[in-house]
């Protein structure tokens, strides 16, 4: 582990300064997509995929001192982080050998992916989902709506939940089907958020028409092909959890190192952060050194996302208060844009109502509604 | 001292026997029976958490008759205890002075006092909080004597000795007193807590054993290891009200429906059970601090301070909330946590006095 880490750290400290004079405006899509491919040709951040994929094989305790090291450098996240994090390891596990293919392109960003799982009529309610795929010779013809997805303006590839079986029990008629972006009937609009980026979109498919061969593990299994990529979702809260521990140090720092006067009153707030995200730290090591003990993780992850998500959010409100007038104008433009920003840690990715449902139902056995 | 010397897994089996123990020795009812009695002890409790299961002595080596282990797992015990309510000093001589005591490396002490503390034949308390107005002091008179008075002294009535800590002309020392020593008074006082009774000791003059020398780096490791058993005790507690909570969430109905049903009552149960869990990382992970690396015991232990003082008093008065009119009876046993939840969220600091001194750690304040 100590020489992964030297070699991580000797890699940073080389790749970093080069890909920033490369790209004076980080910010550029470009930009980001260069660091992606500069990390994965490090097989940096594909160190717990099989070396088969062009991983590392390594588990995931190794992978959250990497992402350690990665946010103590200060690297920024990668764009496709849905596309590594969610959408390759489960082609790896449903995927046929076609399909794997994609596995080393979603890593370089030769192809980009999205998943299209929310609707206008189902969000929370995800298993309500609407569009519609029904076989025609050996070609799904897709017609229907998604809504809010990430990164489909930049996608090649959708990860599309669609209703196969209208008949069925609402959880068991849906089919995960790969859609390339590019083919007719398709149409991706911007949905400009309130932060002013227009990273989700909604998507229009008007007899759109895939391969059947498309299709991720069995007709009318896409919801547990869905949720086992959720799950990965899920195991990455830990990492999460993490970085806002190691934000919350620099922020202190900062905030020491600065000569701005802070109250009283946002010196304790700090210190409750601290004391928090110490706390949402130690939870998710917990977690992980369960996973890299072969036991499967139950109900923490739920339990992070929810202590991860509030706390987030209550971190860029402060950072806010501590950028005073200067937030309100602009001139402390990160500030406005992540207090904006946090608004969505308790909407994506399961709100944190029904976080707090699944808790209550599922891990202290409470009766539904 | 160690941090642990055993596995997860022992240390879960020694989990299921302190249970067992409690679940047979302390149900509410005898709880109950010995706090209504006034003797501020439940005796066989605690001749068996000393004797049989060697609780008493954990924290002791074995050469003084102990088990030589360390915080991992005598905040198993903590947890076990605080959850049934024992009535037992466990804090005060299973915890408090065996540390104050190591801390203070006096070998001669050691051979004299640890053995009676690990067999249970002696309750040692520790004297640490001044009375009101007060500062403590021990003067050099042909043998040193103790001046001064100390409040909320834990089970100060069983006691046999009390450790004191005092100010010297020099600095800051450990003392040790018999209990019935002359121009020592004991006067029992109100306490919040009803399981663990505290009392008002007043010391004129009495005679006292000072234990090693200066003492002001050893009482700062106490403290923090105060706050870490401390810690364990409001975790215990919470994860015992948070399953009190959800049973009854899901037995009582209202509307034609179990209240666990309504969203107010299962988010607020979803909210426990984060809170439980992060109290349970915080302390397992803060029990297991290696000792030699005192700067880190001291920053791991007001963090999960801060963070269980701040929430297990959430926790129970949610308690509460969740249960209406009967969670504000004297006959449920919501309030006997309350009382012993707010008391330890007080010992050691509470979560505000924590995060100050956190900020000093941090540089936020000067
Ligand atoms: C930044 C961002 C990125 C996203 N990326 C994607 C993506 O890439 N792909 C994708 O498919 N989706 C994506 N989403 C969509 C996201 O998953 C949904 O927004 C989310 O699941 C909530 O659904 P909704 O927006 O329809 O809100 P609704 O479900 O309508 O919820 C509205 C409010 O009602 C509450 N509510 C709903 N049901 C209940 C209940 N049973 N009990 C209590 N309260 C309830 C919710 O908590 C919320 O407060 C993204 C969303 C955001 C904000």
Redo the contacts with the bound molecule.
Sequence with gaps: MDALLADLREFLANALPAWRAKWPDQDTWEAKLDWQRTMAEGRWTTATWPEEFGGRGLGTMEMLAIEDVVAQYGAPQIPGM?GVKNVAPTLMRFGNDEQRKSVAKIANTDEFW?????EPGA???LASLRTRAVIDGDEFVINGQ?V???NGMYATHMQLLARTDPDAPKHKGISAIIVPIDTPGLEVRPIKQINGGAE?AEVFFTDVRVPVANLIGPLNEGWNVTMTTLGHERAGVAVFAGRLEQRIRNLVEDVTKSDTQISPIIADELAEFYVESRVLGMMGRQMLAKIAGGVAPGSESSVIKMVWSELSQRVDTTVMELAGIDGITGDANDAKVGYLTAR?AT????????VK?IIGDRVLGLPRD | MNSSTTSASERADFRASLRDFFTDTSPETRVREVIASDSGIDEAAWRGLATDLGVAGLLIPEEFGGQGMGMGEMAVALEEASRALAVVPLLASGVLAPIAIQLAGDAAVNVEVLPAIADGSEIITVALIDGAGVNTVARDENGWSVYGSKTAVLNARIANRILVVATTPSGTGLFLVDAKASGLVITPQQSLDLTRPTALVTFEGVAATRIGGEYSDALKALNAYGRIAVSAELLGMSEKLMEVSVEYAKTRVQFGKPIGAF?AIKHRCSEMFAHVESMRAAVETSSLVDPADGASLHEQSLVVKAYCARFAPWVAEATIQVHGGIGFTWEHCAHLYLRRVKTDEILFGDALSCRNQLQQLLGLTA
Excluded: E, L, M, Y
């Design positions: 849905i999205c998943q299209g799982f929310s969000g929370s309610d998604k809010w997805t990430s989700f969505s909407i994506a990715a399961g709100t944190s109502d029904i449902n | 969203q």
